[in-house]
């Protein structure tokens, strides 16, 4: 049950659902998790120096018996300690996830770096150097795109950002920037609407595709898959964490499953429009004057 890829704006792709190593596993013994993702059927695992867990992500990589070919590996830069570079810090993460390289190495959030520019001429002499294959950033709006595409020599192939129904309205100038400059957006915090926010404006439109979907396919439906498939819709990969088997497979199967109409995207785009509800982050809105 192969998942889908996105192509990059730097030739490579990316798979479109990933097993994330935050949120419930931040600071947390992570092996075990990835280990029974990878082996579920998940190839592409995000990481992050801010999680705290690198060490056992890679633990975890490792124990699935999964070659590394065969794997796709985010992390995420954090701030830099005092008296180390950019590279001093993927070093240390390369050798937490027991690997010669990763496939996307992020800025994690601008806030922590006083001098954007300088730290993506950083990431771009990683990419340069084979320590990753791709650079991107997480959490950028469309001013802090404005200071690192100045002079860059690497456009960003990806923004990491929450992303989901409830955001949607006010995310729309990333978006546009994105399609801009060919920067796919990944999605953390996607199946928000549910876990967070149930019984929401957008409940009825998920149930709606989630009922057309399962009588087409024979199958149960989800809300969650349904979100997922928005996602999907709109070639944004989804990142997603659960230490439950039978959630692994859910969100797996969603590759077996066809397509949302555009009138069930637009429906979902609409009602998510109406309530905003941004989780993680929060900064972003006050910059935004959301």
Same mark, same amino acid.
């Given at each position: 049950?192969?998942?889908? /890829? ?14 994330? !190593? ?10 075990? #998790? ?17 999680? !705290? ?9 490792? *124990?699935? +018996? ?9 992390? $995420? ?56 294959? !791709?650079?991107?950033? /997480? ?31 006010? /995310?729309?100038? *990333?978006?546009?920037?994105?399609? #801009? ?8 915090? +996607? ?16 149930? $709606? ?24 819709? $709109? ?52 910059? /935004?004057?959301?």
């Amino acid at each position: 049950m192969a998942t889908p /890829s996105i192509q990059l704006n730097d030739g490579t792709s990316i798979p479109w659902l990933a097993f994330g !190593s935050g949120t419930a596993l931040y600071s947390k013994d992570a092996t075990k #998790q990835i280990t029974d993702a990878i082996k579920a059927g998940f190839r592409h695992i995000d990481a992050a120096q801010a999680y !705290s867990n690198e060490e056992t992500v890679g633990d975890g990589i490792v *124990q699935s +018996g999964v070659p590394r070919s065969e794997l796709y590996i985010t992390t $995420k830069l954090g701030k830099v300690p005092d008296g180390k570079t950019v590279k001093d810090t993927l070093q240390e993460s390369l050798k937490k996830l027991q690997t010669d390289y990763v496939d996307l190495f992020l800025i994690h959030t601008p806030v922590q770096h006083a001098d954007l520019k300088s730290t993506w001429k950083e990431l771009e002499e990683l990419k340069a150097e084979g320590l990753t294959r !791709s650079i991107g950033v /997480s959490n950028f709006l469309p001013k802090h795109f404005d200071i690192i595409l100045e002079g860059a020599t690497v456009v960003p192939a990806v923004n990491q950002i929450e992303y989901h129904p409830y955001v949607f309205k006010a /995310s729309q100038p *990333q978006i546009d920037l994105h399609k #801009q400059h060919k920067i796919v957006a990944t999605s953390y915090g +996607g199946l928000t609407p549910i876990t967070r926010f149930p019984g929401g404006p957008i409940d009825p439109a998920l149930d $709606k595709a989630a009922k057309r979907l399962a009588e087409g396919s024979g199958k149960s439906v989800t809300q969650g898959q349904v979100l997922q498939l928005w996602l999907r819709k $709109k070639d944004i990969p989804c990142i997603t964490v659960t230490s439950k088997a039978e959630r692994l497979k859910e969100y797996l199967s969603v590759a077996e499953l066809p397509e949302l109409t555009e009138e069930e995207e637009r429906a979902i785009d609409e009602s998510g429009s109406t309530a905003h509800h941004r989780v993680f982050s929060s900064w972003i809105d006050k910059e /935004s004057n959301l």
